[in-house]
C-alpha cells in the first residue's frame, strides 16, 4: 500500500491502481456517470429548448477526479456513443438532431479543461475548486450557446437568454456541491497518507 503513495497522486484517480486497463474502466465510468445524470432531466420550455440536468455537475466532477486526458476521453466516449444512438443524451435522446448538441461538444473541452486545472491543484481548496468549476462551466457555454443560436435559429443575444440564463442558479449549486465534495475528498487523501507514515 505504500507504494500507491510513493509519488502524491495529481488527481483522485491516481490512487486506483493499474495502468491502461484502469484507465479504461476509469473513462467508461465517468461517460456512464454523465450519461446516467443526463437522465435526471426537467424540461423548461417554452423559456428554452434545453433541459434541466445533471450532466455539468457529472462532467466537472469527471473532469477534476479523472485528469485532463482521461477526462476529454470519457466525454468523447459519451459523446460518440451518443451520436451513434446510445440514448443517453439529456432524457433518452441521441444522434446529431439536437439543438443541444453543442453543449455536450463544450463536455470535452470542460474535461480537459477542469482536469488539467485538477491537476495543478485547482480542486484542493474550496475557493480553487469554486473556479475551477466556474471555468468548466464557461467551457460548456463556450460551445453550447453558439450551437443553440445556430439550431435553434436564434438570435446572440436570444441565445443567451434560453441558454445561460436559466441554468445559472443551477450552476452555482452544482458549483457549490463540487465545491464541498472535492476538497473534502483530497482531506481523506492526506488523512490516510498521513497515516501510512
Not at 19 to 45: F, M, N, W, Y
Not at 102 to 127: C, K, M, N, Q, S
Not at 177 to 182: H, Q, V
Request: net charge positive; glycine share 12%.
Amino acid at each position: 500500500m505504500s507504494d500507491t503513495y510513493a509519488v502524491p497522486p495529481r488527481v483522485l484517480a491516481d490512487l486506483v491502481p493499474g495502468a491502461l486497463a484502469r484507465d479504461a474502466v476509469l473513462v467508461g465510468l465517468g461517460a456512464a456517470l454523465t450519461g446516467g445524470a443526463a437522465q435526471v432531466a426537467v424540461s423548461i420550455e417554452p423559456i428554452s429548448p434545453v433541459p434541466l440536468t445533471g450532466q455539468t455537475l457529472a462532467v466537472l466532477l469527471v473532469g477534476a477526479v479523472l485528469g485532463p486526458a482521461r477526462g476529454a476521453a470519457s466525454m468523447v466516449l459519451y459523446l460518440a456513443a451518443g451520436l451513434a444512438g446510445l440514448p443517453w443524451f439529456a432524457d433518452g435522446a441521441s444522434g446529431a438532431a439536437l439543438v443541444s448538441l453543442g453543449y455536450v461538444i463544450g463536455f470535452v473541452v470542460a474535461g480537459a479543461v477542469v482536469g488539467e486545472l485538477a491537476r495543478r491543484g485547482g480542486d484542493r481548496t474550496p475557493l480553487r475548486t469554486a473556479g475551477t468549476m466556474v471555468i468548466g462551466n464557461l467551457c460548456v457555454y463556450a460551445f453550447g450557446v453558439p450551437y443553440l443560436a445556430v439550431a435553434a435559429h436564434l438570435s446572440p443575444a436570444k441565445a443567451l437568454d434560453a441558454g445561460v440564463v436559466p441554468f445559472l442558479a443551477g450552476d452555482a449549486l452544482k458549483v457549490l456541491l463540487a465545491t464541498a465534495l472535492l476538497p473534502a475528498a483530497w482531506a481523506v487523501v492526506r488523512r490516510v497518507r498521513d497515516d501510512k507514515r
